[in-house]
């Protein structure tokens, strides 16, 4: 059964420097999202992503993140300087179709990249 | 690995009526938590209930209930008196208390009907 899946599992860098992460969605998915776990449960939408665009971002999505998909497999979530407050669990999630379209809006998400800011 | 399924894409409901949405996961552990996430049309994810695997009773949370079973590794949530503003994409979540992994379904999309 297909799946997303994300690398690395678990990521750690000096605070200020700039991340990757990645995550390669579903083939035949169009929608695109990364949410983001902070210690504890609370679970927070970052940002979505459909056809080479930011379709919808939440308010946590400020200058020093940013989303691209360079090639036509990996969906990619870039933060430019790190800080300590950044240190949280990164979900990418994909779907065949936007929100609202029934059956085919379900969002499948990956394992998560846990990432660490010293 | 942990997988959490939900096998109910989408499901609808009468105002004031009582639906049930099914949660099946996988896991070897013993130690975890299950929740349930609602996803209104903002995106965000609200916390709507958490249920301790440890506990044998069923997690409430107002119109909110839980029927976990364990043995069967089912999470189902049950909402009550559904309300307009109940609509939203609903998901489950397993977290394990081994190392804080977290796994989603894939999301069940509720309609509440007037």
């Known amino acids: 059964e297909p799946e997303v899946t994300q690398t690395p599992s678990h990521q750690v860098t000096q605070m200020g420097q700039e991340v990757i992460l990645r995550c390669v969605p579903i083939s035949n998915h169009l929608y695109f999202y990364w949410y983001r776990q902070i210690l504890g449960q609370k679970v927070e939408f970052l940002v979505s992503f459909y056809n080479n665009e930011i379709s919808e971002k939440s308010e946590i999505f400020d200058d020093q993140f940013s989303v691209e998909r360079p090639d036509g497999s990996n969906f990619t979530l870039k933060i430019r300087s790190t800080k300590l407050e950044d240190s949280a669990m990164y979900f990418c999630?994909?779907?065949?179709?936007?929100?609202?379209?029934?059956?085919?809006?379900?969002?499948?998400f990956g394992p998560g990249t846990r990432l660490t800011v010293l | 690995a942990q997988t959490v399924t939900q096998s109910q894409p989408e499901m609808s409901v009468q105002e004031a009526e009582t639906v049930t949405l099914s949660c099946t996961y996988d896991?070897?552990?013993?130690?975890?938590?299950l929740f349930w996430y609602k996803q209104p049309p903002s995106r965000q994810m609200i916390l709507v209930i958490r249920q301790e695997a440890y506990k044998q009773q069923n997690a409430t949370e107002n119109r909110f209930s839980v029927n976990f079973q364990k043995a069967a590794k089912s999470f189902s949530l049950k909402i009550s008196d559904s309300q307009l503003g109940d609509t939203a994409m609903y998901f489950c979540?397993?977290?394990?208390?081994?190392?804080?992994?977290?796994?989603f379904g894939a999301g069940t999309r509720l309609t509440v009907k007037p």
């Open positions: 979540a397993f977290m394990s208390l081994n190392n804080n992994d977290m796994r």
């Open positions: 896991t070897s552990e013993n130690n975890y938590y």
């Open positions: 999630a994909s779907s065949k179709t936007g929100q609202g379209t029934p059956s085919t809006d379900e969002q499948f």
